[in-house]
């Protein structure tokens, strides 16, 4: 079923004001890191919750697990309740900052950390908590790292919208088509040089 306008349009703009730190890495052994950042208006409790509760990761994330990732030990995700079933074995938890699990051929660490942003300098009472989250995966091929830069840019965009309180729908597959995924990918192939 296709994208609500709606989705489509808060999705695009999203993309637009989201500021996305990326980074590609290939190391000496021909595994490739791909390094996302995004800093959002949430403690680091409640976007750990969004990290690990099956029911919140299905509001964004291409990551829906069978269980909780709270625990270290076996998981199996989905993207679809109709996909096939796909590692997701949380390898190591410090609850409400590190959480690393399998997903499929690879890994994903996810690191929170705590700032402040004060809305206005010197007035403690206008800080609102914000959150840097930090997304790395791991790849054998390095083709891959631009397309799924692009896709977790895309998911980011949902979280931040999600998190804000927007009804929006979770953009995964070929509905990121419909907000720009292909032009995200191109431009990340081109700042990671990995064109031709």
């Not at 998190?163 to 509905?175: K, T």
Request: glycine share 8%; hydrophobic share 45%.
């Amino acid at each position: 079923m296709p994208l609500s306008d709606s989705t489509v349009s808060a999705v695009t703009g999203a993309l637009a004001s989201v500021p996305v730190s990326a980074e590609s890495q290939t190391l000496a052994h021909g595994t490739t890191l791909l390094t996302l950042g995004l800093t959002v208006d949430a403690s680091p409790s409640r976007l750990w919750d969004y990290l690990t509760q099956p029911e919140l990761l299905a509001l964004w994330s291409p990551i829906v697990p069978d269980r909780p990732l709270t625990d270290v030990g076996p998981a199996h995700a989905r993207e679809t309740p109709d996909a096939p079933a796909t590692e997701a074995r949380v390898i190591e938890l410090e609850p409400g900052t590190v959480l690393r699990h399998a997903w499929g051929m690879g890994e994903v660490l996810w690191e929170l950390a705590e700032s402040d942003v004060h809305v206005e300098d010197d007035v403690l009472e206008g800080a609102t908590r914000s959150t840097h989250l930090a997304l790395t995966q791991t790849f054998t091929q390095q083709d891959l790292v631009p397309m799924t830069a692009a896709g977790w840019h895309v998911c980011f965009a949902v979280l931040t919208l999600v998190l804000d309180g927007q009804d929006v729908e979770r953009v995964i597959g070929e509905d990121a088509l419909a907000v720009g995924w292909e032009g995200l990918r191109d431009a990340y192939e081109k700042n990671f040089d990995l064109a031709g």
